[in-house]
């Protein structure tokens, strides 16, 4: 029986669940005391403010909608109307949210077989919610992603001008001006392809056992790796400024890593002017490896993940790029950092921003470099980009046209809505800092195909493309040296001119009794260099930091102009039976402390001095006793002049020949033998057969046409 006060109740109660159901629809179902995970559209930061200041949390910001985290029971009080959020999820104790873009070799389903998939942006962003521990499998191949912060800033997604006091090339309008031109070609210019390549392969080859390295982070030979990069980054830096290996915990599998930033601060010449970063992760994987047992897979405990291009050269861009800027000065300091646990979400680089955005928020900008190797072109490579961050990414490309008769590189700039993306530079967007980020294509669809595979090895990276790349960031962030112009004195090998008297051309060698003609001169490659400038230049017979003979010196005073070539007065010497070999003739070039730039001061050139007569001026094998294998084992000899033939026996105790050789079959290195050093390998001269352990005597014999030498000595074979 239903009375009027049950009719009247009921219709309350009714009336109260239509208006549940209606808020239900628009997505806010949930019981009193849940958190929500909201998606808020926005379009100025003074509406996220006011979300905080009444009680929400930003989780994260896109170009024109976030995350905010809320309390359900206080939506109302939040002041969002209908067509401004949706829920995304409610929130679960011991539940993470991940981050999570959709490349084009992954799918949605390969996905969420972790857990809950919530659409975020319609077509690659989601948010995936699961138990699992992630970061072994956080990776392009299946999908790249970010642990969703717990608090974000809106900052990235306008326009912004670059910080105060710092004047980018995008801005001036007109050409450099020539003396700016001249310091960011010699900075480029110091770059060194070779030094790129050699560390790349330091990183991925194990020097010790010709094996390919693993750097994965879990893997005990990371850490032994931050150390080295810690000693290389100390050396690039000539020993200026602090290093230091920033520990953060990692907790995977149940288990606390404690995994290394390597972090070396180059010391500004001002005091709190800001801090540029220029990074890379070191850090490999090897996960997409495909084995012809399908039933194999990839195990980080054993397997190598050499990383050569990921990011093996980017790391090697840091290194050169400390090399060469610590030649000159900044207002700001410059921290050169190496990340680690990039591969398994970012988590050093997280760390890092994380921290300055609390300790230390004056980040002025970040370079990033992640894969920039692996390109069949050397012509171009890109920059990725934030809208903030476009005062950077400018910056750089105006360098590239300023300077492409230099370095030859054409940047394209790749625009980027989101905050989130597939390298550490994302971290420092999350963070609020402006960053860009040197990648090998325009887009995150890699076309490397050894990319996170046993097969990212050095031998297939574009080494010009690489070396450009770190010539381009190191002239870029030269543009911001306090020095516009520091003089820079230099020397070469072809400043040593050496002439025979009486003979006008060139000479490259002479013979006893002959006098030698040595006229030497410098450069000044940089500005012009100051009217108390006092310089010696000094010839040596030898390295002079290894005792080389003083053949002399000469002083220079005064001015000398930008580009200037000053040549000075000769030295003279007299050749002697005792010169005759093939010398190394130094000139080093030393005005003190006051040169910035003190690593183009030395070079070298060869002189050979010959007899008229032939004569071994000695021979020993080396070493002696030989022990083991003999392939390091070598037959030396030093002439005085060229010869024709060469002829090597050896003979046991009893003097019994058991092995030789004679001319060609004596090996490159001997034949046809030279004035100065020879050699002959011991593989070369016993290839009749394997020596029982003794000790042998040899007959060198040496046919120089019309004078015939031969030398005898002995040496001890231990097995």
Not at 327 to 344: K, S, W
Not at 347 to 369: K, Q, T, W
Not at 546 to 566: C, D, E, F, M
Request: charged share 20%; glycine share 8%; with cysteine.
């Amino acid at each position: 029986m239903h009375t009027p006060v049950t009719r009247t109740l009921t219709w309350i109660g009714f009336g109260l669940a239509f208006v549940g159901l209606v808020w239900c629809n628009v997505g806010v179902c949930g019981e009193r005391g849940e958190t929500l995970l909201l998606k808020v559209t926005w379009s100025n930061e003074a509406e996220l403010n006011s979300l905080e200041s009444r009680g929400a949390t930003l989780r994260y910001c896109h170009r024109d909608w976030a995350i905010v985290e809320a309390p359900g029971r206080d939506l109302e009080s939040l002041g969002l109307s209908e067509e401004k959020f949706s829920v995304v999820d409610t929130l679960r104790a011991g539940t993470r949210y991940w981050l999570v873009h959709l490349t084009e070799v992954s799918s949605r389903d390969s996905v969420a077989v972790y857990g809950k998939l919530c659409p975020l942006d319609g077509r690659t962003l989601f948010l995936l919610r699961t138990n699992e521990t992630l970061e072994e499998h956080v990776s392009p191949w299946v999908f790249s992603g970010v642990l969703l912060p717990e608090k974000a800033t809106c900052r990235g997604h306008r326009p912004r001008a670059a910080p105060s006091g710092l004047k980018v090339a995008a801005d001036a309008g007109a050409p450099l001006d020539e003396a700016r031109r001249r310091l960011l070609a010699s900075v480029s210019g110091d770059v060194s392809a070779d030094s790129i390549r050699a560390i790349v392969h330091f990183l991925s080859v194990d020097d010790s056992s010709g094996a390919l390295r693993s750097r994965y982070t879990f893997r005990d030979e990371t850490l032994e790796m931050a150390h080295l990069l810690r000693e290389r980054l100390r050396e690039a830096l000539g020993g200026q400024g602090e290093d230091s290996l920033h520990v953060f915990v990692f907790r995977y599998g149940g288990i606390d890593y404690y995994l290394p930033n390597v972090v070396a601060r180059f010391p500004g010449q001002k005091v709190g002017k800001g801090t540029f970063v220029l990074c890379a992760h070191f850090d490999s994987q090897g996960g997409r490896t495909v084995y012809e047992d399908p039933e194999r897979r990839w195990n980080w405990r054993t397997d190598p993940a050499p990383g050569a291009d990921d990011n093996g050269s980017g790391v090697a861009s840091v290194l050169e790029c400390a090399r060469v800027l610590s030649q000159l000065e900044f207002d700001f300091d410059i921290e050169f950092v190496l990340f680690c646990a990039e591969e398994q979400g970012l988590f050093g680089s997280r760390a890092y921003a994380s921290e300055h955005e609390l300790m230390d928020p004056n980040i002025l900008g970040v370079l990033n470099f992640d894969m920039h190797a692996f390109r069949e072109s050397a012509e171009s490579t890109f920059v990725r980009t934030n809208t903030s961050s476009e005062w950077l990414s400018n910056h750089v490309r105006r360098i590239s046209e300023e300077l492409y008769d230099t370095i030859g590189l054409r940047v394209g700039l790749t625009p980027v809505e989101t905050l989130f993306d597939a390298s550490d530079h994302a971290s420092f967007w999350m963070s609020g800092f402006d960053a860009v980020h040197f990648f090998e294509h325009s887009s995150l669809h890699i076309p490397n195909p050894y990319y996170h595979t046993v097969h990212d090895t050095e031998e297939k990276l574009n080494y010009e493309l690489s070396c450009k790349v770190a010539k381009l960031a190191a002239a870029s962030m030269a543009y911001f040296a306090t020095t516009s112009d520091p003089w820079d004195l230099q020397v070469l090998a072809g400043d040593l001119v050496f002439s025979v008297e009486g003979e006008p051309s060139y000479a490259s060698e002479a013979t006893v009794g002959q006098t030698v003609r040595i006229v030497p001169s410098f450069h000044n490659v940089g500005g012009r260099a100051p009217d108390t400038l006092s310089a010696s230049i000094t010839v040596y017979d030898g390295d002079p930091s290894s005792g080389g003979w003083l053949i002399g010196q000469r002083w220079v005073s005064g001015a000398v102009p930008s580009g200037g070539t000053v040549p000075l007065a000769p030295f003279y010497w007299l050749l002697e039976e005792d010169d005759v070999g093939v010398h190394s003739i130094y000139i080093v070039v030393d005005c003190g402390e006051s040169e910035q730039n003190r690593t183009n001061n030395v070079a070298s050139r060869t002189f050979g001095v010959s007899s008229a007569s032939l004569k071994i001026a000695e021979s020993f094998v080396f070493p002696n006793p030989t022990r083991g294998a003999l392939e390091a084992a070598t037959l030396r000899f030093s002439l005085t002049r060229d010869a024709e033939a060469v002829q090597v026996d050896v003979y046991d105790i009893s003097g019994q020949r058991v092995a030789g050789c004679r001319d060609a079959s004596c090996g490159d290195r001997a034949f046809p033998p030279s004035l100065g050093p020879n050699e002959v390998s011991l593989c070369e001269i016993l290839r009749d057969g394997a020596l029982a352990p003794g000790v042998y005597f040899y007959k060198l014999r040496v046919d120089g046409g019309e004078d015939n030498v031969q030398f005898f000595g002995k040496f001890a074979l231990v097995r």
